[in-house]
């Protein structure tokens, strides 16, 4: 899990593999054995971990590893206690030449978020109704509620804000999108759709829920045109957090209403956190597992007494009943305990992939690993390291958030693409696996 010196003068690149024949590429992987987790210092320092900075210090403290939290949890381990109201959008002096600058937003390009307060929205999410391309939702982190001119008993909206699962839609191919939030001025905490228009409801304080944060989103179609928002839910200075999914519909005028969300894995242990959640839906007609919703996460763990982080594996669950219930988590990690980013991806025969940024205990570099299940994820074929890399490190004094967690696809003839970024030697790609099928890019 260490970054090998070779690479101190890396490039930075795109690598896409094309798994074909993935049942004989797993079967080589059978002999991968589990191991314990790795012991930690006795000279390490104490964390506290009852907070998310504290548990975001001890990943950061831990030598050698690669893994850290998703950009949006080290965010909000930074905000404070009580964030103050927004200023308003500073006007610079000076304007760029380039295209990309400038205070409008020209044709092509159409407004989706619908916040015209400069408010932060950031890690967008998108996807398409596969029996109405028209028909589009997407979802972002969204600090909109900053820009809230209302009160909740004496305290300004824009005072309470933080990190909201947002969430925007679209029936015409993208043209336009809804919808905008306009809050009463004696706000109260609630789900009612004419109060908290782009947010999803039932997971913050001030939509109805009970953790101070969400977001992290994560979109999927059914076959039958509902669609799923995956997310987290949690506090910035107490333990509890969960996974969360929330159900909307569409009525026949095309209005979409989002139903109360499903926790999954919730919890209120200091030692466990839940990090980095995605979710995928069999919407292929006649598949054996037709409409199962299945969702992924990173189970983030930490020793009790020091705070120390002790692994990180990828933990999965499914739904059968349209999202209202979901089977009890469990780890699909096998051997590689220290991991992050997971993508599940379904193909037309109802197969499920699992990808994730994964490292086992005495690996010198990580690697892009696969699981997949054929019987609508009762069991698990062992981990596959589809190629090794080495994590890329954040863009310092930019707001961009870059990571190395994968992302995959299945074709209709039953192919699986999976591309993922990550620092290479500056003369030679560094990759495992057939040369036909691996890119640099």
Same mark, same amino acid.
């Given at each position: ?17 094309? #798994?074909?024949?993935? %049942? ?21 320092? =104490?964390? @506290? ?25 080290? /965010? ?23 295209? #990309? ?29 596969? !029996? ?8 972002? =982190? ?49 789900? @009612?759709?004419? /109060? ?5 409801? $039932? %997971?913050?304080?001030? %939509? ?7 977001? @992290? ?77 299945? %969702? ?43 991991? /992050? ?17 994964? &490292? ?14 054929? @019987?609508?994820?009762?069991?698990? &074929? +062992? ?13 310092? =004094?930019?707001?961009?958030?870059? !990571? ?7 074709? &209709?003839? $039953? ?13 030679? +790609? ?12």
């Amino acid at each position: 899990m260490k970054n090998p010196r070779s690479v101190s003068k890396a490039n930075r690149g795109l690598f896409c593999v094309r #798994l074909a024949g993935a %049942v004989t590429l797993i079967s080589a992987a059978a002999a991968m054995a589990f191991v314990a987790a790795r012991p930690s210092s006795a000279a390490a320092p =104490n964390y @506290d971990i009852n907070t998310l900075a504290g548990k975001v210090a001890s990943l950061r403290g831990t030598a050698g590893l690669q893994i850290r939290f998703s950009a949006f949890l080290e /965010q909000e381990s930074e905000e404070p206690d009580i964030i103050p109201p927004l200023t308003p959008p500073i006007t610079p002096t000076f304007v760029l030449s380039s295209p #990309l600058d400038g205070t409008q937003i020209l044709p092509p390009n159409v407004l989706v978020n619908q916040d015209t307060a400069a408010a932060p929205q950031n890690e967008t999410a998108i996807a398409v109704d596969p !029996n109405n391309p028209n028909r589009i939702v997407g979802g972002a =982190n969204d600090y909109v509620t900053r820009t809230w001119s209302c009160f909740v008993n004496g305290t300004p909206c824009s005072a309470l804000g933080d990190g909201y699962s947002g969430t925007y839609y679209s029936n015409n191919g993208g043209s336009t999108w809804c919808c905008n939030s306009f809050p009463n001025a004696n706000y109260t905490p609630t789900t @009612d759709p004419a /109060q908290i228009g782009t947010l999803i409801p $039932g %997971v913050e304080r001030l %939509v109805g829920g009970q953790y101070d944060a969400g977001g @992290d989103p994560a979109l999927a179609f059914d076959s039958q045109g509902r669609v799923f928002y995956a997310g987290l839910g949690f506090n910035r200075t107490s333990p509890p957090n969960t996974v969360t999914v929330n159900k909307g519909t569409f009525d026949g005028s095309g209005n979409l209403t989002w139903g109360p969300p499903t926790f999954i894995n919730q919890t209120t242990s200091p030692s466990t956190l839940n990090d980095k959640e995605w979710i995928a839906v069999d919407s292929h007609t006649g598949s054996p597992f037709q409409d199962r919703i299945y %969702v992924t996460w990173t189970r983030f763990i930490f020793q009790a007494g020091t705070g120390a982080y002790v692994q990180s594996p990828i933990f999965f669950a499914y739904s059968t009943d349209q999202g209202a219930t979901f089977s009890t988590p469990k780890s699909i990690a096998g051997n590689v305990l220290y991991g /992050q980013g997971s993508r599940p991806v379904v193909g037309p025969d109802g197969t499920l992939y699992v990808f994730w940024n994964g &490292s086992t205990r005495l690996a010198s570099l990580n690697s892009t690993y696969m699981v997949k299940s054929s @019987d609508g994820g009762a069991t698990w &074929s +062992p981990p596959l390291s589809v190629a090794t890399m080495t994590n890329i490190p954040g863009v310092r =004094n930019t707001v961009f958030r870059v !990571n190395s967690y994968p992302a995959a696809a299945a074709a &209709s003839n $039953g192919d699986v693409y999976a591309t993922w970024n990550t620092e290479v030697d500056n003369t030679t +790609p560094n990759y495992t696996g057939d040369p036909g099928c691996a890119y640099f890019i």
